[in-house]
């Protein structure tokens, strides 16, 4: 069965980085679309881009540009989200979730990560 | 990219039907069909319910239905039940080849 499994909770301090997994299993991982939305506590759904098909472009929403780098590595069936600059405002829930190509919908999430930032 | 705006809550009582906007501009919701809705139970990953506007997947009851006109796209639940009390989330592709979530609907089941 199609799977998305995230990396476990962060809590970082403000001015780092978190680096965030997201691994594939149960699907042919190069052929779909990995993107990254994030919820914080009490608050809505919140795009941050995506990496299409084998990490060959990854397009950000203009709010985290300069501090978002996707990554993808076939050989672990594994979508990285790397945010910077961390601030107080960024403790969310970070998902990761699927896209067949020119569907321009989500269908499998994974599970979730909660990072927290705090001093 | 404002968020999509669509009203915080909306409620109805057993095998009532609501319907839930979602409105954005012609630089998403009224440019591409490329709209879905999600459904979220609390603590609970998106659920999708209907994609490109009207699309329902396989799987999904088919008292939820999606529907546009020009810059709002809305999404009815007929028949409604207990079950479907959760959060209501739509997004949009936009002419900037990126998404844009909508601020969200709280459903209640009275």
């Known amino acids: 069965q199609v799977q998305l499994v995230q990396s476990g909770a962060e809590v970082k301090t403000p001015g780092a980085s978190v680096k965030i997994s997201c691994k594939a299993s149960?699907?042919?991982?190069?052929?779909?679309?990995i993107h990254w939305v994030r919820q914080a506590p009490g608050q809505g759904l919140e795009w941050m881009g995506i990496?299409?098909?084998?990490?060959?472009?990854?397009i950000y929403a203009q709010q985290f540009q300069g501090r978002i780098t996707m990554t993808w590595d076939t050989s672990a069936s594994t979508v990285y989200m790397e945010l910077s600059s961390l601030r107080s405002d960024d403790t969310a829930v970070y998902t990761c979730?699927?896209?067949?190509?020119?569907?321009?919908?989500?269908?499998?999430w994974g599970q979730g990560t909660l990072v927290t930032v705090s001093s | 990219q404002s968020a999509l705006t669509q009203p915080g809550s909306v409620s109805g009582s057993p095998g009532q039907s609501i319907t839930i906007s979602c409105t954005g501009t012609?630089?998403?919701?009224?440019?591409?069909?490329?709209v879905s809705w999600y459904q979220q139970h609390p603590d609970k990953a998106p659920k999708v319910m209907i994609y490109?506007?009207?699309i329902r997947p396989s799987g999904v009851s088919n008292r939820f239905s999606g529907s546009k006109s020009g810059n709002t796209a809305s999404l009815t639940i007929s028949g409604l039940q207990a079950e479907d009390e959760a959060d209501y989330y739509c997004?949009?592709?936009?002419?900037?080849?990126?998404?844009?979530f909508g601020t969200g609907t709280k459903v209640t089941v009275l």
């Open positions: 979730a699927r896209e067949a190509p020119d569907t321009y919908f989500f269908d499998y």
């Open positions: 149960g699907y042919s991982f190069s052929n779909y679309h």
């Open positions: 990496i299409k098909t084998r990490g060959i472009k990854t």
């Open positions: 012609s630089g998403d919701v009224g440019s591409y069909n490329h």
């Open positions: 490109d506007v009207s």
């Open positions: 997004i949009s592709y936009t002419n900037r080849y990126t998404y844009v």
